[in-house]
Structure formats: structure tokens, C-alpha cells
């Protein structure tokens, strides 16, 4: 609980919700009533790491999914945050007490090898990173979820994720608020497809349409 007339630049926290929107809500409305609106909300731990970084469902579900809810401005948002863990996880808690950490499983393994969740990682973090400017953006059913970013150089950034596991959707993204023309560059995440380049689609009136698979994403930038 944040107290009243508590003072702070930045609160901190943990959150392993399959879905962190109500966790993150509920504590800028702590810090809003302490008076501490302005203050950055970082989240330093969350994931879903017993198991679950070598499919394509938890790559879209989890990870890319709370990207977008951490992204959208608002009392949604995240200002930083830490995927716990990278890497394989092996070691104590740090107390006399041993913890068997052999199921808590990283986006790299312990030999290298990158789990799917890598590359639903790699794709949110090129959409995400160098604290782009970000757009909120709404979408026609709860299956999927999207948001929009514009770097430094006025590139457009749209991700969209899919949720289904089985219907696919044809989209017609409107981004003709920021951008009405021009070639972009088409990447996908599913099951069978690890962050890889699949279209370089043409903006129409700041229109574009695809067709996005069953627990998949796509990234496009313009």
C-alpha cells in the first residue's frame, strides 16, 4: 500500500498475472491518491517462466500481450520493466533454504538455444524500445490487441496479436492519423514463424490489410 505523504520518484514492483493490467491499475490508483500521479511505475519482475517460453501461445499470451498492456498510456502504463528470466534459472533463494529452480525456464536455455518466446520478445521490444512515442490503439474483438508506436526518425511502428487459438482475422488497420503513404515491412511470430519477415505491404489513404493466424502477431512498420 502506498501511504499518504509518502515520498518516492518511482515505485517498484513484481507481478507474475498472466495478465498485469488490473495489478498495474490498481497501484497507479494508490500512488494518484498519494499524490504521486507523476511518479514513473517500473516493473522489475514478471513472466510466466514455469515451462512456458518454448511455445508459441505463451510467446503471444503473455509476453507480447502484457508489452502492449504495459505500453498503453494511462493508467495501464509501465514506464520499465524486467522479463524474469532470460536466461534458465538455476541457483538458491538466497536464504538456507534450497529451491529447486529446475522447471523455471528462460527465454535462452542453458545451452543457448532460443525458445520461442525469444523471438515474441525480440518483436515487442523492436516495437517498444528507445522510449518511442506511443498511441493507444483500439481494436473490433477482445481476441486481439494492438499498439502503435513512432520513433525518432518518424518511423510508424503497428503490432497487433492474436489471441485465438482458432480463428485467424482479417484486419484493416487505419493508421491515416499519423501516416497515409508509403512501403513498410511486414514481420510475424507464430508457431512456425520466429519474428521473420513475410510482406512488404503499401499503405492506401493510410490504410493497410492482412490476415493474421490463430495465436500469432504481426509487426509492421512504415
Not at 511518479?39 to 503471444?60: F, I, R
Request: charge should be negative; hydrophobic fraction near 35%; proline fraction near 2%.
Amino acid at each position: 500500500m502506498v501511504h499518504a505523504g509518502a515520498s518516492f520518484d518511482a515505485m517498484d514492483v513484481h507481478n507474475y498475472d498472466a495478465d498485469i493490467t488490473s495489478y498495474t491499475e490498481r497501484m497507479h490508483g494508490w500512488m494518484n491518491q498519494s499524490g504521486k500521479a507523476a511518479a514513473e511505475l517500473w516493473l522489475s519482475e514478471w513472466g510466466m517462466y514455469v515451462g512456458g517460453y518454448q511455445s508459441a501461445s505463451t510467446g503471444v499470451n503473455t509476453v507480447l500481450n502484457n508489452l502492449i498492456r504495459g505500453a498503453r498510456p494511462g493508467h495501464d502504463h509501465i514506464d520499465g520493466s524486467h522479463l524474469f528470466t532470460f536466461y534458465d534459472w538455476d541457483g538458491s533463494n538466497g536464504g538456507s533454504q534450497r529451491v529447486d529452480w529446475s522447471n523455471f525456464q528462460g527465454l535462452v536455455g542453458s545451452t543457448g538455444t532460443r525458445l520461442a518466446s525469444f523471438y515474441a520478445f525480440r518483436m515487442g521490444i523492436r516495437t517498444l524500445n528507445s522510449c518511442k512515442t506511443t498511441y493507444q490503439s483500439t481494436t473490433s474483438d477482445s481476441h486481439a490487441l494492438a499498439i502503435t508506436t513512432k520513433d525518432a526518425e518518424g518511423t510508424i511502428y503497428l503490432m497487433v496479436t492474436n489471441s485465438s487459438k482458432e480463428s485467424s482475422y482479417n484486419v484493416n488497420a487505419d493508421l491515416s492519423a499519423l501516416i497515409t503513404s508509403g512501403n513498410g515491412t511486414m514481420w510475424q511470430f507464430d508457431a512456425t514463424h520466429n519474428d521473420v519477415i513475410v510482406d512488404h505491404p503499401s499503405l492506401s489513404n493510410g490504410h493497410v490489410t492482412f490476415t493474421i493466424p490463430p495465436t500469432a502477431a504481426i509487426l509492421l512498420t512504415f
